[in-house]
């Protein structure tokens, strides 16, 4: 085997049969589900336990500042990014489920639900702002944000699960 064989090899582009993809996959979920909109979940443990003088409003501050962060993005660009996301979706949706091609459609199971769960942070950073939540209520909302963006992964892991398993019994069968 030369080196660019052994590359590709590692590299492999059949996505739902490469152990790097279920790692990616995992951590992300992981990752999403631990920072809720930015802020480190352990920092909403502590300010509920109250340890510490200023956990309570340190997390608050977290949380002001990430929310106005995502608002203002929101505000300033929000059309365009919502445009760019469409067109990239629509265009890994196009060359993996017309087109057939595996690495595309990796991409799009990975990166459809995360839109979801950017939405879902746009919509809570939102109710956060409006309704001026803080202390126990704040803790309150994320924690249902949480739960749902942690329902939004495990349904988006099982179905990329089963779409992989239907992928690699297909192409097994065909070779």
Same mark, same amino acid.
């Given at each position: 085997?030369?080196?660019?064989?052994?590359?590709?090899?590692?590299?492999?582009?059949?996505?739902?049969?490469?152990?790097?993809?279920?790692?990616?996959?995992?951590?992300?979920?992981?990752?999403?589900?631990?920072?809720?909109?930015?802020?480190?979940?352990?920092?909403?443990?502590?300010?509920?336990?109250?340890?510490?003088?200023?956990?309570?409003?340190?997390?608050?501050?977290?949380?002001?500042?990430?929310?106005?962060?995502?608002?203002?993005?929101?505000?300033?660009?929000?059309?365009? *990014?919502? @445009?760019? /996301?469409?067109? +990239?979706?629509? =265009?890994?949706?196009? $060359?993996?489920?017309?087109?057939?091609?595996?690495? !595309?459609?990796?991409?799009?199971?990975?990166?459809?639900?995360?839109?979801?769960?950017?939405?879902?942070?746009?919509?809570?950073?939102?109710?956060?702002?409006?309704?001026? *939540?803080? @202390?126990? /209520?704040?803790? +309150?909302?994320? =924690?249902?944000?949480? $739960?749902?963006?942690?329902?939004?992964?495990?349904? !988006?892991?099982?179905?990329?699960?089963?779409?992989?398993?239907?992928?690699?019994?297909?192409?097994?069968?065909?070779?």
């Amino acid at each position: 085997m030369t080196l660019l064989d052994n590359v590709f090899e590692l590299i492999d582009l059949r996505s739902f049969s490469n152990l790097w993809f279920w790692i990616a996959l995992a951590v992300t979920w992981s990752t999403v589900s631990h920072w809720v909109l930015g802020v480190p979940w352990d920092m909403a443990i502590r300010a509920r336990r109250g340890q510490g003088e200023t956990a309570m409003e340190d997390f608050e501050d977290m949380v002001r500042i990430n929310t106005g962060r995502l608002l203002y993005v929101a505000n300033q660009s929000g059309t365009l *990014l919502a @445009g760019i /996301a469409a067109f +990239a979706l629509s =265009s890994l949706a196009i $060359l993996g489920f017309v087109y057939g091609n595996e690495f !595309s459609q990796a991409v799009f199971m990975l990166a459809f639900p995360l839109t979801g769960v950017g939405l879902l942070s746009l919509r809570t950073a939102r109710r956060i702002r409006d309704e001026a *939540l803080r @202390g126990e /209520a704040l803790i +309150a909302r994320l =924690s249902r944000h949480r $739960l749902s963006v942690q329902t939004v992964g495990m349904v !988006s892991i099982f179905v990329t699960a089963m779409w992989g398993m239907y992928q690699n019994m297909a192409i097994g069968a065909l070779g």
